[in-house]
């Protein structure tokens, strides 16, 4: 496998590697505004900035399910990444999201993947999205991931 690939050791270099995915490689993650804001070896932290765009009923100003969707699954592929050290082309098999209470209009959405398990071709990952309160979540995840490469 090419360098070019591989993830660096140090965080500042993984940040600035899988950072990447938000601003250059991934369009829709540029268009609906995704930021990552750390790392660690098996975990990533993205935000989702509010915007009215992102609002599914104008009514409430809830963000749309669609963002959050992306939200976590990027979050996710991020996390499966870290954990194996690499960029690797992947498929989202399975991605299940249970929605726990509406976002609050005007607070950034927060997403936290871990990459918990991987064997060969399937990598195993679980999400919460939370706007500043870890313990007082919006939604939890459980997501598979096919990794593609041979």
Do not use: W
């Given at each position: ?19 990447l995915f938000y601003s250059d490689i991934v369009p829709h993650n540029h268009a609906l505004g995704l ?102 979540p919006v939604a939890s995840a459980q997501g598979t991931f096919m990794l593609t490469e041979e």
């Amino acid at each position: 496998m090419s360098d070019d690939f591989k993830l660096p050791e140090d965080k500042a270099g993984r940040m600035e590697r899988c950072s990447l995915f938000y601003s250059d490689i991934v369009p829709h993650n540029h268009a609906l505004g995704l930021r990552l804001v750390d790392v660690a070896p098996t975990e990533a932290t993205v935000e989702l900035p509010y915007a009215d765009f992102l609002v599914g009923n104008p009514e409430t100003g809830v963000i749309a399910g669609g963002p959050v969707t992306t939200l976590i699954d990027a979050t996710c592929g991020t996390s499966v990444m870290l954990r194996l050290g690499r960029m690797v082309p992947m498929v989202t098999l399975d991605l299940r999201i249970d929605y726990l209470r509406p976002a609050r209009p005007g607070v950034s959405l927060t997403a936290v993947a871990e990459c918990y398990r991987t064997t060969r071709q399937v990598a195993f990952v679980r999400a919460l999205v939370h706007q500043g309160d870890k313990n007082h979540p919006v939604a939890s995840a459980q997501g598979t991931f096919m990794l593609t490469e041979e």
